[in-house]
């Protein structure tokens, strides 16, 4: 794909739809009028554009009254789709501020328009120099840079503008192109290409031009003479004018049979214009290169790359030198091999061929192969020299004025190569390696990955048969993406299945399902996955393949680099050592810095080589330092998220983990790794023979919380405290049971289902008392008198709120007083004592506040902020809400941000400011929807109905309510009385009350 790249880093393409991809995955960018605003940066090639510019780039003369605040909210989601690790109120380092506009800064060689503009510019060289062929070749690799229309989906007066400008220098560059092929003598292969321009951009006297001498060339005058017809035709019907001096001469020199326009001989072209590419009359012309892969199919955008390194010849850059690395099996070869085909025009003195054998027990010696080289090169056996330095030496010599590709396959290092590489321009290199060659001088690294799930079913379909997988396109599909996309286990399945008419597509899911046998049904004759991952895991020195095995073990889809540590049992500088190394032999993937995964079949190959040579104790206490770990930095998470509370001193935490600075940093790296400490719970809980096994996964649910609040994380939090309950139930583990149900009460309560927490608080009050522990009693007491609440039983919740109080009193946790004050204000709202409940609400902030607790002041500033728009003191209500919202907002809490947005609305609306209560409710719509919060949904549709009311939209207003009905219905919820009123046009005493 045009702007896509398997290096790491960032890839930008406008040669066709506006696209980024980061670390080849493709972003999100959003909206058209984003990707404008992206496109306009990017052909601003790092220079600032102001605020007005980009406003009247994208939007001209009907901007809307609110454009520069539009414009502020996309420059910043783009800033958050570009550097999505960036920490918060970090200065970007991308796309920066340039005193009042922005500016796009782009990593070198990023943008596929400058790519294509680099190829024009060699070929305009090459051209300059008599090298033709490779003019040609360097057009044709950047004009395959195009996909399409450029800045297709942008908008606007610039983008209009600038692709006209790309579609007219397309064009120029596609003319330039066919004059050198016909300078090269290639009339008959351009004039299908010629019809087809032509008839696209029939006025173009230029492309008519070429196509007339390229019939006459042919032999067709006929042909050429009607095509001045038809142009003559063309632009005298369309603009009312005769065809041009140039095209009027051609017409007539083709009348003449005019003998300067035949094609000069090729041998004489040759002769006169390329003397370099002469090969040498006294020695032979290798071809060693393997055959083609017939059914080679995909990788057209890196193929396109490679055959442009190879291509580029520039004395001051040395010889092109391309290094293919990759797990075994992703196709190294297979490339290389057709990257060498496809460019052997370009190296008319021949190919060498060197398979390496790195991963084998007899790698290739450098000396022999040179040896090898040099006889094929037409030097006698008893003229070689026997030193190696001495054969490097005759190797270069002789490689010096010859232009010869050399592809070294499967090589083990640098060392290995360095000997075997051409020492002058001309020549080229293609290397394959398991290994990154980060050391080999001056070579261009490409990390080849799996296949596009595209090219994998071509691929399966290519061996297969495509009549069988165009009937089970479905099947094929779950075919190739249980093989990983890997090239070497897509083609062995698709050849067992080509070899078994009797089995349909579907019948392969079945027989690779299963995990434990799925590297065995990935073999057939001397072709197996297992056997090829094999070679590179025997390259492994024992620390590295203990490390290698090790790390399968957690089920997660990643690894952070401090979890690795720990469970390796290691420090952080060792681990990190030995994780490269393993990254540097392609057998484990570096998706981000600091973070390391397999391909899901060397995964596979790791736990089986782990259950040869692991015993069952030593992977038990690898896991068990693992969730330490992640105990130990959940528990550091939650202390700094919730200040004051009694949770995370009363945590059994085993050993050490990571430290944070903030609260935002906290509850940012538990989103981060959210998956992988899922992973490790649903892990203990299936593994747990007893009790003190599984208490580490029940406080690291309770040390989670505040990942809860995120709202990201929702069904991974049911699931896996289901999974922990159901193991305490049956180990008879009452900790870890006390544990579960208030983590499910709290998930419970999140889905507004609130009888079942009611149920699940009220067990866990149950277990506290009779267990004598207090890790989570205050919070149940707190969490019980909520629950009631929202069900508007305001007495009862206030009983519960007075228990919670005496128990943080009693074991003096001011931060518990604080929290009770903040949440019973609303009861003594709902009984309709305002002042209780100012000075209640006022209690818990001022406490919170004296503690410093950010989290508690923000949760305080909402409550009173609910009570003081109660009360009619709607310009305090929104500045506590205004203040707690950006808090919420920077520490990434979207259950808290759609509450307080959806009060905004409710305050905006007392104080009829109807249009900003539409904004906050629309706000709080959209990120109830992207969490996954149908309670919250319902609250935010039901602020935006009546808001759209006070503005007059009763039909909208309606739709939302109705909405509304439907979701508090189905949840069971009270609010469901408040909005059928609505509907039916009666007003409402008591607005809609949620936590």
Not at 120 to 140: F, I, K, Q
Not at 579 to 595: I, K, N, Q, T
Not at 656 to 666: I, L, N
């Amino acid at each position: 794909m045009a702007g896509q790249d398997v290096e790491s880093g960032l890839r930008f393409a406008v040669l066709g739809p506006v696209r980024a991809w980061r670390h080849g995955h493709e972003l999100d960018l959003g909206t058209p009028l984003q990707r404008s605003i992206l496109g306009m940066l990017l052909l601003r090639e790092g220079r600032a554009v102001t605020p007005a510019e980009m406003i009247d780039a994208v939007w001209g003369e009907e901007s809307p009254p609110r454009a520069l605040g539009a414009l502020r909210t996309y420059v910043s989601r783009l800033r958050t789709v570009l550097e999505p690790e960036r920490p918060a109120r970090s200065r970007p380092e991308l796309l920066t501020s340039v005193g009042k506009g922005y500016a796009l800064r782009l990593p070198a060689d990023s943008l596929d328009l400058t790519r294509f503009e680099r190829s024009v510019t060699e070929a305009e060289t090459a051209r300059r120099a008599g090298r033709l062929p490779v003019a040609a070749e360097r057009l044709r690799a950047g004009l395959a840079l195009f996909e399409g229309e450029p800045l297709a989906g942008a908008v606007g007066p610039f983008a209009e503008h600038q692709r006209d400008r790309l579609v007219e220098r397309r064009l120029g560059v596609i003319e330039t192109l066919m004059d050198l092929d016909l300078e090269l003598g290639d009339h008959a292969s351009v004039v299908a290409e010629l019809v087809a321009l032509t008839a696209d951009h029939p006025l173009r006297e230029r492309l008519r031009a070429q196509l007339m001498l390229a019939y006459y060339r042919c032999g067709r005058q006929g042909d050429a003479l009607a095509v001045f017809t038809e142009t003559r035709q063309a632009l005298v019907h369309e603009l009312g004018v005769e065809p041009g001096q140039e095209l009027t001469a051609l017409h007539q020199r083709i009348l003449a049979a005019d003998p300067g326009l035949s094609a000069p001989p090729r041998a004489e072209q040759e002769e006169a214009k390329e003397p370099e590419e002469e090969p040498a009359p006294d020695l032979p012309r290798p071809a060693q290169l393997p055959a083609a892969v017939n059914d080679f199919t995909g990788r057209k955008e890196i193929a396109g790359r490679l055959r442009s390194l190879v291509s580029a010849q520039s004395p001051a850059e040395g010889v092109p030198v391309a290094a293919i690395c990759g797990i075994g099996g992703v196709g190294k070869t297979a490339l290389a091999v057709h990257v060498a085909h496809t460019t052997g025009h370009l190296f008319p003195d021949g190919q060498l061929y060197a398979d390496l054998r790195g991963y084998t027990d007899e790698a290739a010696d450098p000396a022999s192969t040179l040896g090898s080289f040099l006889r094929a090169l037409g030097i006698p056996a008893d003229v070689i020299p026997e030193a190696p330095a001495d054969r490097a030496a005759l190797y270069r010599s002789i490689l010096a004025d010859r232009r010869i590709l050399v592809l070294l396959d499967n090589a083990r290092d640098a060392d290995q190569v360095s000997p075997l590489l051409p020492g002058s321009p001309g020549c080229a290199a293609l290397v394959t390696s398991r290994s990154k060659l980060a050391d080999l001088p001056s070579a261009k690294l490409v990390d080849l990955d799996v296949m596009e799930p595209d090219e994998a079913l071509q691929l399966f379909a290519a061996v297969a048969g495509p009549e069988r997988v165009a009937a089970e396109h479905g099947a094929a599909m779950d075919v190739v993406a249980v093989c990983g996309f890997l090239p070497l286990a897509v083609r062995i399945v698709a050849a067992r299945l080509a070899a078994r008419p009797s089995w349909t597509v579907a019948s392969l899911v079945p027989r690779l399902a299963d995990e434990q046998r799925r590297l065995d049904e990935l073999r057939v004759g001397n072709l197996a996955v297992e056997a090829t991952f094999a070679l590179g895991y025997g390259q492994l020195d024992p620390a590295q393949q203990r490390a290698f095995r090790l790390l399968s073990l957690p089920t997660g889809p990643d690894i952070s680099l401090g979890a690795a540590a720990a469970l390796l049992s290691m420090s952080v500088f060792e681990a990190e050592d030995l994780l490269e190394s393993l990254v540097d032999a392609s057998l484990v993937e570096a998706p981000a810095p600091g973070r390391y995964r397999y391909h899901d079949l060397l995964k596979l190959f790791a736990r089986r080589e782990l259950e040869k040579a692991e015993r069952q104790q030593a992977r038990t206490m690898a896991l068990s330092r693992l969730l330490g770990f992640y105990l130990a930095s959940a528990q550091s998470a939650h202390r700094l998220a919730y200040e004051g509370s009694m949770i995370s001193d009363n945590l059994v935490v085993v050993g050490s983990g990571r430290a944070f600075s903030t609260a935002d940093e906290a509850v940012a790296w538990l989103i981060v790794e959210g998956d992988a400490l899922f992973a490790s719970i649903n892990q203990a809980a299936a593994s747990a023979r007893a009790g003190d096994q599984l208490l580490p996964a029940g406080d690291l649910l309770v040390a989670m919380e505040p990942l809860l609040e995120s709202g990201t994380h929702t069904r991974e939090f049911d699931h896996a405290t289901r999974a922990v309950l159901a193991t305490a139930l049956r180990l008879g583990d009452q900790g870890s049971e006390l544990r579960a149900r208030y983590v499910l009460g709290r998930v419970m309560f999140a889905g507004n289902r609130l009888p079942e927490a009611e149920e699940q608080f009220t067990r866990v009050h149950e277990l506290s008392a009779a267990r004598n522990e207090k890790i989570v009693t205050g919070e149940v007491l707190n969490a019980l008198a909520v629950v009631v609440g929202r069900q508007r039983r305001h007495t009862e919740a206030l009983a519960w709120f007075d228990a919670a109080m005496r128990f943080y009193r009693e074991n003096g946790v001011p931060a518990g007083e604080a929290l009770v004050h903040s949440y019973s204000a609303r009861d003594h709202l709902g009984l309709g004592r305002a002042e209780d409940a100012i000075a209640a609400a006022e209690k818990g902030l001022a406490l919170f506040t004296e503690i410093g607790s950010g989290a508690g002041t923000a949760r305080a500033r909402y409550h009173l902020g609910i009570v003081l728009s109660r009360v009619g003191r709607l310009a305090e209500a929104v500045h506590h809400h205004a203040e707690c919202l950006a808090f919420f907002r920077a520490g990434k809490q979207r259950v808290w941000e759609q509450r307080v947005c959806s009060r905004l609305a409710e305050t905006f609306i007392a104080a009829e400011r109807y249009e900003d209560a539409v904004r906050h409710a629309e706000q709080a719509l959209v990120v109830s929807r992207e969490i996954g919060h149908p309670y919250g949904e319902a609250l935010s549709l039901t602020v935006l109905g009546r808001a759209l009311k006070g503005l007059g939209s009763a039909t909208r207003s309606a739709e939302c309510l109705r909405q509304a009905l439907g979701l508090f219905t189905r949840l069971g919820a009270p609010e469901a009385d408040d909005v059928r009123s609505l509907l039916a046009g009666i007003p409402v005493g008591e607005k809609v009350v949620e936590s």
